[in-house]
């Protein structure tokens, strides 16, 4: 067990001496124990917290895979097959995706929609999109309303 300083040994007794009726003896005994007060140091991070940025991480990773060995990285390979494979692979996991919905597997429509943002991210790669491109431009619509948008749309005067 760790050796706690001496002065924050000190300090709990005060505080709870303080307390009416409380002799330093007792309160040496109701002084939280060494362990609980280790325990409530906050544990630094071991892992990244799993939030959006991954995508931009997983970009990174993608764009550092092409040209590499197709035989090691699932990126390489795809990327080395071409355009057409690649948008076919991410048509395919969008339709995966799709089914789960409809389907109601909510679990499954998870995994199928990390899929779908890997392979959409190995087309951002192979079409030299930056993600910070396509965040700039959910910004721009940020906060405008798709019925709103769609009505300031010019209007076909050949339509009937
Ligand atoms: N997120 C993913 C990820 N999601 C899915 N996949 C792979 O995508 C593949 C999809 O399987 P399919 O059978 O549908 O595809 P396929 O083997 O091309 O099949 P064919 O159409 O050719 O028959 C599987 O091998 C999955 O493991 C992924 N592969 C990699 N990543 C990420 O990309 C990083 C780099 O991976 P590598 O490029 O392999 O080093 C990894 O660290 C991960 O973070």
Not at 6 to 29: L, Y
Not at 101 to 124: F, K, R
Not at 136 to 150: N, V
Request: glycine residues 6%.
């Amino acid at each position: 067990m760790p050796k706690i300083p001496k002065t924050m040994r000190k300090n709990d007794d005060t505080k709870a001496a303080g307390k009416k009726g409380v002799t330093k003896k007792t309160a040496r005994k109701k002084a939280a124990p060494a362990a609980a007060i280790v325990k409530a140091v906050p544990a630094l991070p071991t892992e990244p917290a799993a939030t959006a940025e991954i995508l931009d991480r997983l970009f990174n990773v993608v764009v550092s895979r092409k040209g590499t060995d197709p035989a090691v990285s699932h990126s390489a390979r795809l990327l080395s097959r071409g355009r057409r494979k690649i948008a076919q692979k991410f048509g395919e996991e969008a339709v995966e995706c799709l089914i789960e919905a409809v389907a109601g597997n909510t679990e499954e429509l998870v995994g199928e929609s990390a899929d779908v943002l890997y392979h959409l991210i190995v087309m951002w790669v192979d079409a030299g999109i930056h993600p910070s491109d396509v965040w700039a431009e959910l910004t721009r619509r940020e906060g405008t309303s798709g019925i709103a948008e769609k009505a300031a749309r010019p209007r076909d005067p050949l339509a009937v």
